[in-house]
């Protein structure tokens, strides 16, 4: 099983700020399979990113993904109020199970 | 697309509930279904997979042999048995269509288990 280790935990920031969010799997992450989820309060998580760094339907320019192997980030160019909420990375290989991160909490600094 | 869930509530441990999500705005029989669960305060965890003819079904280590998926594609519904709940089952369910790519792409709002004497 694929563990996926997201930092940091929690992440304080201001609307406008840069925003780099990280996760690591406990190994490779075959063909790419790796997504970004946003999670807000009290609804259901949406999908951000797929495939490390191809951007879902209707996700702004200012989410992009990166990343090969163990290691990927999310970044968020420009914070916007609506941007503050729980992140999850996940992998999708070809196999279950398909391992979510702990998530990172970004909040209003 | 709408994923919509139904049949949580509250059972005792050792019970049984069967979860039910109707699926509308796409071709449910071209695509993988999942359930995750989210446990209160907690994070996502994968429970369940099935394949288009559900020809293979797959399942996490924690619910392996009370849990079972399945599903009915002239309804367009996606089941989840859930036998010999315990307390850790408690959580929000969700069901999840997989993408073109893998990826899950659309999530239903879920359905609350609660497990509690």
């Known amino acids: 099983e694929i563990v996926l280790t997201q930092s940091p935990g929690t992440l304080s920031l201001s609307p406008g700020e840069r925003a780099t969010l990280s996760c690591r799997a406990s190994q490779s992450v075959s063909s790419s399979y790796l997504a970004w989820y946003q999670q807000k309060f009290g609804q259901a998580p949406r999908l951000l990113i797929y495939g490390v760094s191809s951007r879902a339907t209707g996700i702004p320019d200012r989410f992009s993904g990166s990343g090969s192997g163990t290691d990927f980030t999310l970044t968020i160019s420009r914070l916007e109020p609506e941007d503050f909420a729980v992140y999850y990375c996940?992998?999708?290989?070809?196999?279950?199970?398909?391992?979510f991160g702990q998530g990172t909490k970004l909040e209003i600094k | 697309v709408q994923l919509v869930e139904s049949g949580g509530g509250l059972v005792q441990p050792g019970g049984s509930l069967r979860l039910s999500c109707v699926a509308s705005?796409?071709?449910?029989?071209?695509?993988?279904m999942h359930w995750v669960r989210q446990a209160p305060g907690k994070g996502l965890e994968w429970v369940s997979c099935?394949?288009?003819?559900?020809?293979?079904?797959g399942y996490a280590d924690s619910v392996k042999g009370r849990f079972t998926i399945s599903r009915d594609n002239a309804q367009e519904t996606l089941y989840l048995q859930m036998n010999s709940l315990r307390a850790d089952d408690t959580a929000l369910y969700y069901c999840?269509?997989?993408?073109?790519?893998?990826?899950?792409?659309?999530w239903g709002q879920g359905t609350l288990v609660t497990v509690s004497s």
């Open positions: 999840v269509k997989d993408g073109s790519h893998g990826e899950f792409d659309y």
């Open positions: 099935i394949t288009p003819d559900a020809g293979t079904i």
């Open positions: 996940q992998q999708y290989t070809t196999s279950p199970p398909y391992t």
């Open positions: 705005g796409f071709t449910f029989a071209g695509y993988w």
